[in-house]
């Protein structure tokens, strides 16, 4: 059964939900979608409808649908995600996919909070300073994917080697160190927005090993690829079908 957590508000109807002018244009097309979506899809999951919320956030960051992002902020609320909490998502899909696909997003999130009389700035999230983000970003990655990832920041090629510095200090230590989600949490909406982006599936068997050993199991991350499904489509979904099935191997 769909989880009590979303209140009235089905993120599978989101055009009915928000009187979008689609139900007068294209009734036919609503009622299909939503069917499936808030249905079939939304009523067979076992996750709960905070992570749920923040999996699709995640999963239109990666496939770039701003409009449809926009229309979930009330129900993602509604289920419980925090305003610090979709600000997290936003800020750490920068270094997956790049300010050039995050700018809009950001904006669009602090517009909505702003009309939803939330003052803006957010508390302040970060953990590091500028001298010992390297060496806590690396930290961060000897605990999400194992010891192999010692001394990664000075690692490498010497050609390439700040990249890995930059991966240590940067995606690592500037965003994972944060407050406001956990490593569990930012390793699933890593893992959504690699699915939804397509094209990196080396990253994406990665990611889905590391969920896997720090608590997210292959069961878990199915489920988050069905739920994500309707808002990405069926092929990155069935990538990241086979791209969980060869990390858990």
């Known amino acids: 059964m769909m989880s009590e957590d979303y209140g009235d508000w089905n993120p599978g109807k989101m055009f009915s939900e928000s009187g979008s002018e689609l ?21 067979g999951s076992s996750l709960d409808g905070r992570t749920r919320m923040m999996a699709i956030l995640s999963a239109l960051l990666g496939c770039q649908g701003l409009e449809t992002f ?58 590091v300073t500028v001298e010992d983000r390297v060496e806590k970003g690396e930290q961060a990655q000897v605990d999400i994917f194992g010891e192999h990832m010692r001394g990664f920041s000075s690692s490498g090629p010497e050609e390439s080697r700040h990249i890995n510095r930059w991966l240590s200090g940067n995606c690592f230590g500037d965003y994972y160190t944060r407050k406001g989600l956990d490593y569990r949490q930012r390793e699933m909406i890593t893992f959504c927005f690699l699915a939804a982006h ?3 599936e080396p990253q994406l068997v990665s990611h889905a090993a590391a969920n896997m050993r720090i608590g997210n199991d292959r069961h878990f991350l199915i489920e988050i690829i069905s739920q994500c499904l309707p808002y990405v ?14 990390a858990a191997k």
Do not use: H
């Not at 139900?23 to 249905?39: H, I, K, M, S, Y």
């Not at 990241?240 to 060869?246: F, K, M, Q, S």
């Open 198 to 200: 397509g094209g990196c």
């Open 23 to 43: 139900c007068g244009t294209d009734a036919e097309f609503v009622e299909l979608f939503e069917r499936f979506a808030g249905g079939e899809v939304a009523g």
């Open 70 to 127: 926009r229309m979930m902020l009330p129900g993602a609320v509604q289920a419980g995600v925090t305003p610090v909490e979709i600000k997290e998502i936003v800020y750490q899909a920068t270094a997956y996919l790049g300010m050039g696909r995050t700018l809009e997003f950001l904006t669009a999130v602090n517009t909505w909070l702003m009309d939803q009389g939330i003052a803006l700035p957010l508390e302040v999230q970060g953990t």
């Open 233 to 246: 489509g069926y092929p990155r979904s069935l990538n990241a079908l086979r791209c969980v099935n060869e």
